[in-house]
Each structure stands twice: as C-alpha cells, then as structure tokens.
C-alpha cells in the first residue's frame, strides 16, 4: 500500500542527510538562490523531492506566492554594541540566500515594536527576526494577525505565544559561571547590579547568582543588590549610568567583586570605580556579560560571559529559511562562556 503521509521538508533533509536550509535552497526556484549550492547536490535533492511526491504545505504554499525575498530586523537601539554581531549574523545568512535585510528600532519601547511589526507585515517580507523582544501577553491579539514566521532573540517579554519562534542564551548558565569564577578566586562578597527593562533575562540571571550564592553556603546581604530603575533607558549611555549610579551602594555593603547585568553596566561600575579611586581589581573585581567590543577596550580589559552573538543571528535567520521552505524549527538554547580577562583577581587581603 503506498505511503499517502504528507512528505516534509524534514523528511526530505534526513533522507538526504542535509541541513533543511540546504533543501530550502535546492528547491527554491529562484536560480541566484539555489545555485547557493552545488550542481550535485541540488539535482540529488530535487529527485528526491520528486521520487517522494513532496509538494509545500499550505503555509509554504502561501509564502511562496507572495515570497519577497526580504525579511525586516527589530533592534531596540543601533548604540548597543550588543546589536552589531547579531546584524552581521542575519546579514550574512541573508546575503548567502539572496535575501536583503530590512532593520528597524524599537527603542524599548513594546507598543513600537509590534507596530514596526505589523508595517513589515504590511510590505510583505518573508519573515521577521526581532532581538530582545519587549511585545507581552498585551499584544497577542495584534501578534495573531501576522501570517508570517516571526522568529525571536533573547526574548525579553514574560510569557509563550503560539506561533512565534525563539533562539535565547542560557542566561542563568552563564551567571553560574561568573559567580562561580568569583567564588573560585575567593571572593565571599560578592554583589549584582541589574536592570529592570529587560526582566526576563534580567531576572534568570539574578536568581541563578542568588542560587550560586546560596548554595556555596554565603548568606546574601540586601546590600549587596542594586537593580536599575524602570525609567532609565535602555542604550549605551543609559546602562553605563545604571552602573555608576549603583555602584557606591555596593562599596557601602563592603563588596569585593561585582557581577553586572552586562558589559556595559559593567564598563559604569568600572568608571565609578576610577572616580572614587578603587583599583580594578585590585580593590574590586568586576564581571560583564555579552562580551561586546567593548572589553577590550576598557582599562583593564573586562572579565565577561560571553554570547556567540553572531551566530543568534546566524541560527534565527536559518530559522526563518526553513520555516520559508515549509520545515519545522524548534526553538533553540545556547550556552555562553566565560572569558577571563584582567578585571578579576583574588580579593584584597
């Protein structure tokens, strides 16, 4: 009896032991697309296709009817280095398929977002990749009207939506090890600067210190917490003030090391520290988290975790290529690492 199960995307990447983009691109029938690939494997894939009677499903049926070759980015703010990997990994991809990039900015704010959202819905792009999305359970009547793949980085909004895909850091993975690293080094003292704009990744990475702590037996001290006010914006001058603002709280609470919500609340906290005449590190050790350019540059160059954060734009823009071609994405997770640099060092006697 023949086999009348409808033939998928990822069934035809197993059988042919590729990447669904891969297959996306063999069968895409736009030549500057497909040609991506090699001669060889195109015709390998497209037989296959035909031998196995794969035809689109009616979402891939409906892509490629209006298929644009153009997807929209969501940044909020073009001053975060933070943004610069993740574009040049979109781009990248993009460029290899033949797809240009449309970019946009939130400016944190959620209601701009969804509007910037709604306007690329609008012009007919192929897809939408949005980082440190803010859109709540507010917005999931306006969310449900894009009939489009929506894939985002870093989610920063509280709650799941159906039909919306997500590629994140394991932000509490990556506070484990920057605590770890300051416990290791001996510090028994050791505070968090946060912000409040971002909560979700904000507060994984906060409980997980909180957890470290505790279970190293260090009972934590009120004083030792300094999280950001709502108002203050977010974008590279309003995060390095989060840090100078909050560092000379922790100095009174007698901390010897610091881990900071990222880079550049940590590039703050390092400021402050040179205007109150505190040696990094060796008076206060201070971590990061991001690994932005910017740790190279500051004196002394910054302990950090780091995101691979050109390849969070290289895995959500592969994403949006399969779900283009039909396929089916699972939402995907990556552990950061640590790098050690010269700001964190023993605590002073």
């Keep these: 009896m023949p086999d009348v199960r409808r033939i998928s995307i990822k069934d035809l990447a197993r059988e042919a032991g590729v990447s669904y983009s891969t297959v996306s691109r063999a069968?895409?029938?736009?030549?500057?697309?497909?040609?991506?690939?090699?001669?060889e494997v195109r015709l390998r894939i497209q037989e296959l296709a035909q031998a196995r009677g794969y035809s689109p499903n009616a979402l891939a049926q409906s892509l490629q009817a209006r298929r644009t070759n153009s997807i929209g980015l969501v940044i909020t703010s073009v001053s975060d280095p933070f943004f610069v990997d993740v574009?040049?990994?979109?781009?990248?991809?993009?460029?290899?398929?033949?797809?240009?990039?449309?970019?946009?900015?939130?400016?944190?704010?959620?209601?701009?977002?969804?509007?910037?959202?709604?306007?690329?819905?609008?012009?007919?792009?192929?897809?939408?990749?949005?980082?440190?999305?803010?859109?709540?359970?507010?917005?999931?009547?306006?969310l449900e009207q894009i009939r489009i793949p929506v894939v985002l980085i870093n989610n920063q909004a509280v709650g799941e939506y159906q039909n919306l895909y997500s590629v994140s850091i394991d932000d509490a993975y990556g506070a484990r090890m920057a605590v770890t690293h300051l416990l290791a080094?001996?510090?028994?003292?050791?505070?968090?600067?946060g912000v409040?704009?971002?909560?979700?990744?904000?507060?994984?990475?906060?409980?997980?210190?909180?957890?470290?702590?505790?279970?190293?037996?260090?009972?934590?001290?009120?004083?030792?917490i300094a999280i950001s006010e709502a108002m203050i914006s977010e974008d590279f001058n309003g995060d390095i003030q989060v840090g100078r603002h909050k560092l000379p709280d922790l100095i009174n609470a007698r901390v010897t090391a610091i881990f900071c919500y990222c880079d550049t609340v940590a590039a703050g906290a390092l400021i402050a520290c040179r205007h109150m005449g505190i040696t990094v590190p060796d008076q206060m050790s201070i971590v990061g988290f991001d690994d932005s350019i910017l740790c190279q540059v500051l004196s002394p160059p910054l302990t950090t975790i780091c995101q691979p954060k050109r390849q969070l734009g290289q895995i959500a823009m592969d994403m949006l290529l399969t779900l283009k071609a039909g396929g089916v994405v699972s939402n995907s997770v990556i552990q950061p690492t640590l790098i050690v640099r010269g700001s964190t060092a023993p605590p002073p006697p």
């Design 87 to 142: 574009v040049a990994g979109v781009e990248e991809m993009a460029r290899a398929s033949g797809i240009s990039v449309f970019l946009a900015m939130s400016n944190n704010d959620p209601e701009q977002e969804i509007k910037v959202i709604e306007t690329f819905n609008r012009r007919r792009v192929d897809g939408i990749i949005v980082a440190a999305s803010r859109v709540g359970t507010e917005y999931t009547n306006r």
């Design 27 to 39: 069968l895409d029938p736009n030549p500057q697309v497909n040609q991506l690939i090699s001669s």
């Design 185 to 193: 080094l001996g510090h028994r003292r050791i505070g968090y600067i």
């Design 196 to 224: 409040s704009n971002r909560p979700r990744s904000n507060e994984r990475r906060f409980q997980s210190y909180y957890q470290t702590l505790s279970s190293a037996g260090i009972e934590i001290e009120p004083g030792w």
